[in-house]
């Protein structure tokens, strides 16, 4: 059966894609944020995963307007870079488990989470971001060492789906997951913030305190976390700050007792404050 | 119109289903621009490339005068109107500059320093407004 091993949380800032891309990690401003990958990158290679199951959020550009879905789940073969505007990340289409993934979709309405079912879609930074920073740099005509089955998330328009409901989401996931006959190793990402604020006279909001403290829960009091409400991430972590519902998406996948094998916090990554924290399923 | 609790957060605009209802849209005109031909068509001809969008006059205004903080006001999401940043060589962090009035150099010294502080900027009583 296929089984979760572990989590991931991790921002997924685009300039991080971008200094990635241009290859100006090693400069200054630079080398704290990609220090705290070392480790994980490490971790991930005896990881190895067979699959990444892994949540994040489009932010308007494979998604417009016309169409808002609160959960997305990528059903399609594969999902290639978007353009956001300034051209497609120079990175390998990302490849889904398209039965795995499917079997999800099945599985999560049947136990009552009418998830949106996406059998085209182009990924944004969201996506890749996280995949680079975990797998370090990968060549475009190069593979993904994983296969990658996306979740995509309404954080954009408010109201967000509630922390509550992204930690049950996670626990109905970890059983269309773990109820999937072919033997896998399953590591699940919840990715975006932490405090952030890009918008208006009050952005560069950064909430390092709160931020910490979340990362606490995330390993101690994962139900705490679920009832953090909107109106405090939008105060306390910026109008932004509100992507972190992803991570509780992950937790919910996970044992209540994790234990945490690494952790990294670093202000600033552009406009926001990057963390990542990394939590084993204990046996 | 009614109150709501996330009212009195400073120097912040919800993007609500209302504000989504009136930017719609300044949005889909803005979102167009990700795509090379489009920003190409508008760069060539802005008014004639607007005349797509059935926007309001004062939405057009704030697109063609770059007005960015009104652009927010006027229904317009930050995930969109970057967009419109991006075809003028402005990434995020040069956006917040000047949207917070600050300038591109304080806004990315602030940054280094830790960013803006949550003390003094959680309501709007402590900005004196109301």
Redesign the interface.
């Given at each position: 059966m296929a089984k979760i091993m572990a989590g991931v949380g991790c921002s997924h800032v685009p300039a991080i894609g971008v200094a990635m891309d241009t290859g100006i990690t090693h400069e200054e401003y630079w080398k704290p944020v990609f220090q705290g990958f070392k480790k994980s990158r490490e971790w991930m290679k005896k990881q190895n995963p067979d699959v990444i199951f892994l949540i994040y959020n489009d932010h308007c550009t494979a998604f417009d307007a016309r169409c808002i879905p609160t959960f997305a789940l990528g059903c399609g073969a594969e999902f290639q870079p978007a353009d956001e505007g300034w051209g497609p990340r120079p990175v390998p289409a990302v490849k889904n488990h398209q039965k795995m993934a499917s079997h999800i979709a099945q599985s999560l309405v049947l136990n009552e989470f009418d998830i949106t079912i996406m059998n085209e879609m182009e990924v944004d930074h969201g996506l890749t971001v996280p995949l680079s920073v975990m797998f370090g740099d990968i060549k475009q005509n190069d593979e993904w060492p994983s296969l990658v089955i996306p979740l995509c998330v309404n954080v954009v328009q408010y109201p967000a789906p509630t922390g509550n409901r992204c930690y049950n989401l996670g626990k109905a996931i970890r059983r269309a997951i773990e109820s999937y006959e072919e033997d896998l190793n399953v590591i699940i990402f919840g990715t975006g913030g932490m405090s952030h604020q890009l918008q208006y006279k009050r952005a560069g909001l950064i909430n390092s305190d709160w931020d910490k403290r979340f990362l606490d829960l995330m390993t101690e009091d994962p139900v705490g976390a679920s009832q953090i409400t909107h109106l405090e991430y939008l105060r306390e972590t910026g109008s932004e700050g509100i992507e972190m519902v992803m991570w509780l998406i992950m937790r919910g996948a996970l044992n209540e007792n994790v234990t945490e094998i690494h952790r990294h916090y670093h202000v600033p990554a552009s406009n926001t404050a990057v963390g990542h924290i990394i939590l084993e399923n204990n046996a | 119109m009614t109150e709501k609790?996330?009212d009195n957060?400073?120097?912040?605009?919800?993007?609500?289903?209302d504000k989504?209802r009136e930017?719609?849209h300044l949005?889909?005109f803005c979102?167009s621009?990700?795509?090379?031909k489009n920003?190409d068509a508008f760069n060539k001809n802005e008014e004639a490339y607007l005349d797509a969008y059935p926007m309001s006059k004062e939405q057009r205004e704030a697109v063609l005068k770059r007005e960015w903080?009104l652009l927010?006001e006027l229904g317009g999401?930050?995930?969109?109107t970057?967009?419109l940043a991006?075809?003028d060589g402005i990434?995020?962090?040069n956006?917040?500059g000047r949207?917070?009035?600050m300038g591109v150099d304080s806004?990315r010294e602030?940054?280094?320093k830790?960013?803006?502080?949550?003390e003094g900027?959680?309501d709007k009583s402590e900005w004196g407004e109301d």
């Open positions: - | 609790e996330y957060i400073p120097g912040t605009i919800v993007f609500d289903a989504s930017g719609y949005n889909q979102i621009l990700r795509l090379q920003r903080n927010l999401n930050i995930y969109y970057s967009k991006a075809n990434n995020f962090q956006l917040a949207m917070t009035g806004y602030m940054m280094l830790g960013g803006r502080s949550i900027n959680r």
